[in-house]
């Protein structure tokens, strides 16, 4: 959230100064600063091309993990500083001297001019779940190659410019929704198309963040205390900041840093406790259940209570512990441990089933592209723009360091030992509930771990046991815990573990909080077009209703990825991947119509390229999870499979009383596939049908853009300009 949010923090984000005015590409609008621009930019290129070479070719030898970071620098800051300002030129034509919605609509609350680097903040705390943390991690399966290259690749020339244009073309008309622009832009049918599979998606994304924060928590006292502290802890500072001491952004912020590590500490101190360790150490359900309730909270409370608090302190530990890892990792300058590919590219795989193509591309979303990132382009970061230039930094920016942050979590994954990698990360009906069983398995693939192996991981992190304990999050702080303790101190292990889950829940619930709240208003919406009282979003009567029906709908998710033998994960994460990278494709159709219609057809490629890849790969994958034969791979052949086995009465024992929910919760999977896949194209097909008639000079929807004023506004600061 804005520090606007905050009474009395307004005057923060509007200090006095001028903008310096940039030639698109250039350091300066001289000869030598272009020159000089010119001389970086192929020093950088150089330098990213033989990073990214070393990574690639040398297979036969231990990779340092400083190959990748000097990789992703340069990648990151050649599409930056050349690729979206071009964009920001050619594409978009950024004006500075044109009003933005936060100017003319300003009202205080919603509409605010913000300084640039404070949307920056915002908007990176709202973009950043846990998709560039736990996709990552679970695609380091398939080896650090393939999930490190479609990082990079995809985040500068897909995820990177998504995330940018969606926020400009927001910002020009006003700050409307994805669905509102696909409606009034495409036509009605397909934005219909584009508000119902959106609204269905988001249920899915928050049911998967859900999954991996209960993962994280489940029979682990000391994880579930420090992430249930971070609760109260926003909602002290939330009064804090509002009742307490108004205003006082910075002292909020230094006491809700403090509180947020002595959480952590003090987890310690309940998981020693033979009284307190039983009050936190639970089993899935009663976990999921906790968090559907905290959903539900979130999205009725009062935005300075819970959701503006806990996104302010968010931030500030977001980008901290990023740094600390950037750190760490070059001090330690680690050598990654496991293979540039493993045999698992051929869809065998015990994290996930399916081949490494298409399914990287859908297991890392957040990382490379999201569509999630588009609801937050077009909610509430284009009500804080001051200036059309500081989309760049925004949305471009923003989803840069989230990329980072996907780099970050590939290295932390695959530091570890393969075979402690696979026995975090698969569950037991893959490998057996016993110990012994599972290191059997998982040694029978070439992986060498012993029991004796995982009992003192397990010790050293303050754990029971790390087995199985799936969804990304454990390992991924398994890894940063080995970073940050051989980095500044082995000796506090359990607490750098502890440290990472808390950062992780705090990505995480960040995402279900304001997830759920923007899905509150959607719900609204469509609740409306009823009956219009149920579409007032003051109203409390439809508050708690549209609440219910969007926790209802997406606990539902959660609870069934909770009692699933293989940990959820397996089958969620797929729905989740296919799902999120449906809406990207949405968005992006959204924009290429647009650019089309503004008659700047030989520049869609930026939106239609990135669009045509993602289209294609989201589609196979799709095909595959419906109409698959194998059992591990397709929805339908799952429940087919499960049913026979059943009816047969070959099922352990443990397993034959959820075995008739899991076969409904397949076929369920395989119908949403079906009907998110035909959504997507429906929204494509009318994209290309807007595309012909403004090619052949047939009469399209008008241009839903706001009419030009100009700024009274100082550029980056939002100050009234002085005469």
């Not at 420090?226 to 009742?243: D, E, S």
């Not at 001051?386 to 840069?400: I, K, P, Q, V, W």
């Not at 790390?466 to 980095?487: C, H």
């Not at 595309?691 to 030009?708: D, I, Q």
């Amino acid at each position: 959230m804005s520090l606007a949010y905050f009474p009395g923090t307004c005057d923060y984000a509007q200090p006095p100064g001028q903008r310096l005015m940039l030639e698109p590409g250039g350091l300066v609008s001289s000869i030598g600063g272009q020159m000089a621009n010119k001389i970086l930019g192929i020093v950088l290129a150089i330098i990213a091309a033989l990073a990214i070479g070393g990574i690639a070719l040398y297979r036969n030898e231990p990779i340092n993990a400083l190959w990748i970071i000097v990789a992703a620098v340069c990648v990151y800051t050649l599409g930056y500083r050349f690729y979206a300002a071009w964009i920001a030129a050619k594409v978009l034509s950024a004006d500075a001297t044109r009003a933005t919605p936060a100017e003319r609509l300003n009202n205080g609350r919603d509409y605010v001019p913000t300084h640039r680097w404070v949307v920056f903040g915002h908007h990176f705390a709202a973009i950043a779940g846990p998709g560039p943390l736990v996709g990552p991690t679970l695609a380091a399966q398939f080896g650090y190659l393939p999930g490190t290259l479609w990082i990079l690749v995809g985040s500068v020339l897909g995820g990177c410019v998504q995330d940018m244009v969606i926020l400009f073309l927001s910002t020009r008309r006003n700050g409307k929704s994805l669905g509102q622009m696909a409606r009034e832009e495409l036509g009605p049918f397909g934005g219909l198309s584009a508000l119902i599979g959106t609204l269905m998606i988001m249920i899915i994304l928050i049911a998967v963040l859900g999954l991996v924060v209960v993962n994280a928590m489940k029979h682990s006292p000391w994880a579930t205390s420090t992430v249930a502290a971070t609760i109260p802890i926003a909602i002290f500072i939330g009064f804090f900041l509002r009742r307490i001491r108004p205003g006082r952004v910075l002292e909020g912020t230094l006491l809700g840093v403090i509180l947020l590590v002595a959480s952590v500490w003090g987890g310690g101190l309940i998981n020693e406790s033979a009284t307190l360790r039983g009050w936190f150490d639970h089993a899935g359900p009663p976990l999921a259940l906790a968090v559907i309730a905290y959903g539900w909270l979130a999205a009725i409370l009062p935005v300075w209570l819970l959701l503006a608090p806990r996104d302010y302190l968010s931030t500030f530990l977001k980008l901290g512990v990023v740094a600390l890892l950037a750190v760490a990792i070059i001090i330690m300058h680690p050598t990654l441990k496991m293979p540039a590919i493993t045999q698992f590219i051929d869809g065998t795989g015990p994290v996930f089933t399916g081949k490494v193509f298409p399914f990287v591309f859908i297991t890392i979303a957040c990382g490379a592209i999201s569509g999630f990132h588009a609801l937050v382009s077009s909610g509430t970061t284009p009500k804080l723009i001051t200036n059309e230039e500081d989309c760049r930094l925004a949305g471009y920016g923003s989803m840069a360091l989230e990329s980072f942050v996907g780099i970050m979590a590939m290295i932390a994954a695959t530091l570890l030992d393969p075979g402690v990698y696979f026995a975090i990360n698969t569950g037991t009906g893959i490998v057996g509930a016993a110990a012994v069983d599972a290191v059997q398995t998982i040694s029978s693939w070439g992986f060498p771990v012993t029991v004796d192996q995982m009992q003192d991981l397990a010790k050293e992190m303050g754990e029971s046991t790390l087995f199985a304990r799936t969804g990304g999050a454990p390992s991924l702080a398994v890894g940063m815990a080995s970073i940050f303790g051989t980095s500044f101190g082995r000796g506090l292990m359990s607490v750098w573990y502890h440290f990472a889950i808390m950062f992780e829940a705090v990505f995480i619930l960040t995402t279900v909080d304001a997830g759920t709240r923007v899905g509150r208003f959607m719900v609204q919406d469509l609740l409306g077009q009823m009956w219009k009282p149920l579409g007032n979003t003051s109203s409390w009567p439809s508050t708690l209703i549209a609440s219910t029906l969007i926790v209802a709908g997406w606990g539902y998710f959660l609870y069934i990825g909770v009692i699933d033998p293989n940990g959820g994960i397996n089958i969620l994460w797929p729905l989740f991947g296919i799902s999120n990278q449906m809406l990207a494709c949405i968005a992006l159709s959204v924009a290429t119509g647009i650019i089309i219609k503004k008659g700047k057809i030989r520049y869609a490629f930026v939106t239609a390229g990135p669009l045509a890849f993602l289209a294609t790969v989201t589609t196979v994958a799709a095909f595959q999870k419906i109409f698959s034969a194998d059992p591990k791979l397709g929805f339908f052949a799952a429940a087919d499979d499960l049913a026979t086995k059943l009816a047969a009465g070959s099922l352990p024992a443990d397993r034959i009383a959820s075995a008739p929910q899991l076969i409904f919760n397949q076929n369920l999977d395989g119908w949403l596939t079906v009907f998110f896949t035909l959504v997507l194209w429906f929204v494509i097909a009318d994209m290309l049908r807007v595309a012909y008639c403004r090619l052949t000079g047939r009469a399209v929807p008008a241009s839903s853009e706001a009419p030009y004023q100009p700024t009274k506004l100082n550029g980056t600061t939002g100050a009234p300009a002085h005469a």
